[in-house]
């Protein structure tokens, strides 16, 4: 309050001042007199002012004691209220306290079948959001949550009714669980994204599957889409089976763990993808590879050719320049008059000439079927060393970061086997077959030999 006078003084004298100032300005003096009856003039006026603004402050004064007791009374009701709300509050809590105790002892047994209804229901909802036959029997979970929250937090029974579905629900998820069965549902395409309507099979409480692809259950959406990437072809294979089936038993890649032993087959990575991991060590083992064995198949049609030509030479005493065996027999004929030593020499000249085109390339494979690992332990060393690298910036704590030089580290090495265990096996066949050859030729150069040593024999005697 006496700040309040305070304040109306100081805005009164402000005023007188201002009012003087106005009425000099508006009435020059000129001279002292009429200076002196201007100022007793301006002073009467504010006088009067002031008279006038402390009358009105009296008025308000009153006017403010009134409110002051007004809220003084509408605090005194309101706390009385809130005095008779709070007894009125405990005398609730007495009365809901006996309430709930009559009603445990209505329940008696009955309160344990409540309580394991909506533990069931609390399960039930996080299984039938998770079950592919939710795609076929939609918004199954909706009520089963509604039914857990009001028994939950309300904590109200629940009705015959109620009961009813729970165990009807539960029911329908078992008996669907043994069937295969076929409706339509929209899918969305792995590759162009759009959802289409399609009849979609479901084995069981398993799998699904339309027109041969395994199809995902999405929990968030409730959808269904096709697998970004379809296990292998002898278990799509079953996929499209069991979809074109009519009735009768055929062969289907269950998974029963309902996706998972799915996932993990779609994320093993295929041929390509392997030979992909063994980086450029990897292509350059199977370009060598790619060489050898095609050398290995021309030199097995050559020997093949060369075998064929020196059988049906063995068969005509006539020798013919187009086998290895008919050259060498021509040296007899071409020496008539040489002793046995000689037609030795000239003989043994002959085979050695054949030799290099029979065994031609032999080398080469074999070299191939050693370097074939030897480019697997390099691709190895290469990757380990790759894997150091990032275990040295990274750390051990992402297995991810290191994958990339350990695939390369086996991937090579497989290669490089895998390459090399081939060639050796295909070495080894040609180089039999060709001392084969070569076997023959020099047997049929020794019964010549002998031949013109029987004959000089005779002769001598």
Avoid at 400 to 418: D, E, F, P
Wanted: aromatic share 6%.
């Amino acid at each position: 309050m006496n700040k309040m006078i305070k304040n109306t003084i100081a805005t009164v004298a402000l005023s007188t001042v201002m009012a003087c100032s106005a009425f000099a300005a508006e009435n020059n003096p000129v001279n002292l007199d009429e200076l002196l009856t201007k100022l007793e003039q301006g002073q009467l006026f504010q006088n009067k002012q002031n008279a006038q603004r402390e009358a009105e402050f009296m008025a308000k004064k009153d006017q403010q004691v009134q409110m002051l007791n007004d809220a003084a009374a509408r605090r005194d009701q309101l706390v009385q209220r809130s005095e008779n709300l709070e007894t009125k509050f405990e005398e609730n809590e007495i009365h809901l306290a006996d309430l709930s105790d009559t009603l445990n002892n209505r329940m008696g047994s009955l309160k344990e079948l409540f309580g394991v209804l909506q533990q069931v229901s609390g399960d039930l909802q996080g299984k039938f959001k998770t079950s592919i036959i939710s795609a076929q029997f939609p918004n199954r979970e909706v009520f089963l949550d509604e039914l857990a929250q009001k028994m939950g937090q309300s904590s109200k029974l629940a009705s015959v009714e109620e009961i009813e579905r729970v165990w009807f629900e539960l029911q329908r998820e078992m008996t669907e669980s043994g069937k295969v069965v076929r409706f339509n549902a929209p899918v969305v395409s792995a590759e162009t994204g759009t959802k289409t309507e399609q009849e979609v099979v479901r084995v069981g409480s398993f799998n699904l599957v339309s027109n041969g692809k395994f199809l995902e259950f999405v929990q968030q959406t409730g959808s269904l889409a096709e697998l970004g990437r379809q296990p292998v072809d002898r278990y799509q294979e079953t996929a499209s089976n069991v979809q074109e089936a009519n009735g009768e038993i055929v062969p289907f890649a269950l998974d029963p763990t309902g996706g998972s032993i799915l996932g993990l087959l779609v994320q093993a990575p295929n041929m390509k993808e392997r030979v992909e991991q063994g980086g450029t060590v990897g292509y350059v083992i199977l370009a060598v590879g790619a060489v050898g064995v095609l050398l290995a198949i021309w030199r097995f049609i050559a020997l093949s050719l060369i075998g064929g030509k020196i059988k049906r030479q063995l068969k005509d005493p006539t020798p013919r320049k187009d086998n290895a065996l008919g050259r060498v027999m021509a040296v007899k004929s071409e020496n008539p008059d040489a002793d046995s030593e000689t037609l030795e020499l000239k003989l043994s000249e002959a085979i050695l000439r054949e030799v290099p085109k029979i065994s031609a390339y032999l080398t080469f494979i074999k070299i191939i079927s050693v370097v074939a690992p030897l480019l697997g332990l390099l691709g190895t060393v290469t990757g380990m060393i790759n894997t150091f690298q990032a275990i040295t910036l990274f750390g051990t704590g992402d297995p991810k970061l290191m994958a990339g030089g350990i695939s390369q580290a086996l991937v090579t090495t497989v290669l490089g086997l895998v390459v090399a265990i081939p060639t050796l096996l295909l070495y080894t066949i040609l180089n039999t077959r060709s001392r084969g050859l070569i076997s023959i030729l020099q047997e049929q150069s020794t019964g010549i030999i002998a031949e013109r040593a029987e004959a000089e024999a005779k002769q001598g005697e």
